[in-house]
């Protein structure tokens, strides 16, 4: 009989599973690290596309260099007509991170490069799939919606252009920092399970569409991007900042997942909710939802007080997508469209230093079973 195998690692907790130069996570100091930044010295600052900037060239770019890669971008926002095709035709209570996972993938047989995974045909297909994931959803959202397509504006920068083509109203400056520095909060974050995914996919060489279609299914899940979903919900079943203490003690006394709440890596705060608490108070009084605010900064402080875990990105992207009047069903795309930014970094550095990721597990089944012919069985 062969020997036995060591016991896996649940979850992969603490392996180290690849080399990174684009983002760290510091779970025991609470920091989250782009390029060496630290995202406190970003937020609020910088927009997304110069984020993307650093995550896929390394560096802040200059007036020309985030020009191009802004025009470029909004040059590319246009979907093949096939994959508007594909969105009309999706039935309509299907979620959108399906379709949204399988327009992308589809993407990939009309793509020029589609077969081609040098440096120069990733970068374009970077460049495309980005535009076009937020033009996926936003074009979704308008299709169900009965409402007319519309097309980017070369004069906005990115989260505008996105924001703009799914409400069909160009956002106000304090609307505009604030989706800004949401996309920007969630462009990368070490190996999350979708970024291994992307990682693992591309390792085997398939290309950066199937890539990232895998990174759409991975983070679909409640336990990863689909929480922000279940946040809005749980606060809508609360109701009233009065029912939150009697809501949380029910969950930790039936041992239920608060959603928003812990992390794998971070062991005190989750820097990018530190944030996002801070546009969300603001756009919640903004918008007259200020008691969303109030009885999330109350189950923060509950969860605090019972369970000793605090909130993760998930917790106040909830209501900072709420208050800015994104339809529920697409928070988890918002997410998607964001993170497609890191996963693109992370495949092309893959892609870089190449080679297949393929673990083995301890195999805990039997050996010398006999075989039985069908009718002896
Ligand atoms: N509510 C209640 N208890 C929790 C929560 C939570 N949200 N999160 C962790 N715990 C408890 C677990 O019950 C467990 O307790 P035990 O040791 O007494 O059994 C302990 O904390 C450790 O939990 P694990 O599941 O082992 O931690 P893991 O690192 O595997 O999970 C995860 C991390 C999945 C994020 C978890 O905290 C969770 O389920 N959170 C809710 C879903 C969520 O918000 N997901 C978004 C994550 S952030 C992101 O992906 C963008």
């Not at 983070?219 to 606060?235: D, F, Q, T, Y």
């Not at 039985?372 to 069985?377: G, L, S």
Request: net charge neutral; hydrophobic share 40%; with cysteine.
């Amino acid at each position: 009989m062969p020997e036995k195998r060591n016991q896996p690692i649940r979850g992969l907790e603490g392996i180290v599973a690849a080399d990174t130069s684009l983002s760290f996570v510091d779970g025991q100091n609470g920091k989250l690290y782009y390029r060496g930044y630290d995202i406190d010295e970003l937020a609020g600052r910088i927009t997304f596309e110069e984020v993307v900037h650093i995550l896929w060239f390394g560096e802040l770019p200059n007036r020309k260099q985030l020009d191009n890669l802004r025009s470029s971008l909004v040059s590319e926002m246009r979907l093949p007509g096939q994959v508007y095709d594909l969105l009309r035709l999706a039935p309509p209570n299907a979620n959108p991170m399906v379709i949204m996972r399988t327009a992308l993938s589809s993407m990939g047989m009309y793509d020029p490069d589609g077969g081609v995974n040098t440096e120069e045909a990733n970068m374009r297909k970077a460049r495309r799939i980005l535009a076009q994931v937020a033009t996926i959803v936003a074009s979704l959202h308008r299709i169900r919606s009965g409402l007319p397509l519309l097309s980017a504006d070369g004069r906005m920068e990115f989260a505008e252009n996105f924001l703009y083509m799914l409400r069909g109203r160009p956002p106000d400056e304090v609307e505009r920092k604030a989706f800004d520095t949401t996309l920007v909060l969630h462009a990368d974050h070490g190996l999350a399970a979708s970024t291994f995914a992307a990682r693992v996919t591309v390792s085997t060489l398939a290309g950066m569409h199937s890539a990232i279609s895998a990174a759409l299914a991975s983070l679909k899940g409640p336990l990863h991007g689909g929480a922000n979903r279940k946040v809005i919900e749980m606060l809508d079943e609360i109701g009233i900042p009065e029912g939150v203490s009697a809501y949380i003690d029910g969950m930790v006394a039936n041992g239920r997942r608060i959603m928003g709440f812990g992390h794998r890596v971070y062991k005190t705060e989750d820097p990018r909710s530190r944030h996002l608490r801070k546009y969300s108070e603001e756009l919640c009084n903004k918008a007259g939802l200020s008691h969303l605010f109030q009885i999330s900064h109350q189950i923060e402080e509950m969860v605090m007080m019972r369970k000793k875990i605090r909130p993760n990105v998930d917790f106040y992207s909830a209501t900072v997508q709420e208050a800015l009047g994104i339809p529920r069903e697409y928070f988890t795309c918002i997410f998607a469209v964001a993170r497609s930014a890191g996963w693109i970094a992370h495949v092309m550095e893959q892609f870089r230093d190449n080679r297949l990721i393929r673990p083995t597990s301890n195999y805990i089944g039997g050996f010398d079973r006999k075989y039985h012919d069908i009718e002896e069985r």
